[in-house]
């Protein structure tokens, strides 16, 4: 049974007296400093130098005592680890790992480096996990609005004996517990997430493409085929969270649809594959991949990234923009 935490479960008074950096100013970093000030903690913004990044510059502007991460990591209490995964191990060995004091926390957003050993933590600081299951630009929205964003929290490991009541009270002050968080482990937050990404993501966008060069090849204007393959799809997605697939399917589209959905819809989903890539996920295989991809300066990225930019359906989507809107 997992355990769901609701805002009648959490105190903030673990925080209280507290200094809570966000090391990284990006897209989830930004959110959660102006949600946790906004509850009323006591946030500073730990960036590279401003030589290196705009975002020591745009927390400033946002009203953040802005400085480097050594000196942030030297004055915090929680350290909020916002920066992206290829990243955090060099930027940890250099200029968090030797000003860490026994006592402190160190929050993920993303179980990455601790899962697959490129972060060891000393063992007298608590290693922990918050991830809101939206971008960043959605949870302060969200928050703005007095409302929450589900996500997911762990502990890794609880020098302090209060480790979960510190993380939860981190949750509560960016808003997530409104809507309830769950607690999991930083191997299922982790390879999980990494899984989704390959199949939801990395398969939607793969038939949208297909679905636009199919009519194009035989045919079809490619304005027609474009709002075909992206637009038809966007116009239901939260039709479908907010009422369920099911109810969809039976009274939210046409019968032609819904027989569509359910006689061919299997046809172009390869089952087994998806189960292979989840058992590559479990054992390592991705992050292996993934973390060679980074370290080789990620010449099959940027290959793809150039394949992809000139792409017919790239074209077209920017034709479409110009000519019927966003």
């Given at each position: 049974m997992e355990r769901i935490y609701r805002d009648a479960d959490v105190s903030l008074d673990p925080l209280k007296g507290q200094t809570l950096a966000v090391i990284g100013y990006g897209i989830q970093g930004k959110a959660q400093a102006a949600n946790a000030r906004d509850s009323g903690c006591t946030v500073i913004v730990g960036t590279r130098p401003p030589t290196e990044s705009k975002s020591r510059a745009q927390a400033t502007a946002d009203?953040?005592?802005?400085?480097?991460?050594?000196?942030?990591?030297?004055?915090?209490?929680?350290?909020?680890?916002?920066?992206?995964?290829?990243?955090?191990?060099?930027?940890?060995?250099?200029?968090?790992?030797?000003?860490?004091?026994?006592?402190?926390?160190?929050?993920?957003?993303?179980?990455?480096?601790?899962?697959?050993?490129?972060?060891?933590?000393?063992?007298?600081?608590?290693?922990?996990?918050?991830?809101?299951?939206?971008?960043?630009?959605?949870?302060r929205a969200k928050y703005q609005k007095g409302e929450g964003v589900y996500g997911c929290v762990s502990v890794d490991h609880d020098?302090?004996?209060?480790?979960?009541?510190?993380?939860?009270?981190?949750?509560r002050a960016f808003w997530s517990i409104r809507a309830g968080v769950v607690e999991m482990t930083f191997q299922h937050e982790t390879e999980g997430d990494n899984f989704e990404e390959q199949i939801l993501y990395g398969g939607a966008i793969h038939l949208m493409r297909a679905c636009f060069n199919t009519m194009v090849d035989n045919g079809y204007p490619p304005s027609f085929a474009y709002a075909k393959a992206i637009r038809s799809l966007r116009s239901v997605i939260d039709v479908m969270d907010e009422g369920g697939i099911e109810n969809y399917l039976t009274g939210g589209c046409s019968r032609t649809c819904e027989f569509a959905v359910r006689t061919r819809g299997p046809r172009v989903i390869n089952e087994g594959e998806i189960r292979k890539i989840f058992a590559e996920t479990e054992a390592g295989i991705f992050a292996r991949d993934w973390m060679q991809e980074f370290a080789l300066g990620m010449p099959q990225l940027h290959r793809l990234r150039r394949t992809a930019a000139n792409s017919a359906m790239e074209r077209t989507g920017n034709d479409w923009r110009r000519d019927f809107g966003k």
């Open positions: 009203g953040f005592d802005a400085m480097d991460i050594a000196d942030a990591t030297q004055k915090a209490d929680v350290l909020l680890i916002e920066l992206a995964d290829p990243v955090q191990p060099s930027i940890y060995k250099k200029d968090i790992a030797p000003h860490l004091r026994a006592g402190q926390t160190l929050c993920f957003c993303h179980g990455f480096s601790i899962l697959y050993g490129s972060i060891v933590p000393p063992k007298d600081v608590n290693v922990v996990l918050y991830v809101p299951n939206a971008p960043g630009a959605f949870v020098a302090t004996g209060n480790a979960r009541e510190i993380v939860l009270a981190i949750v």
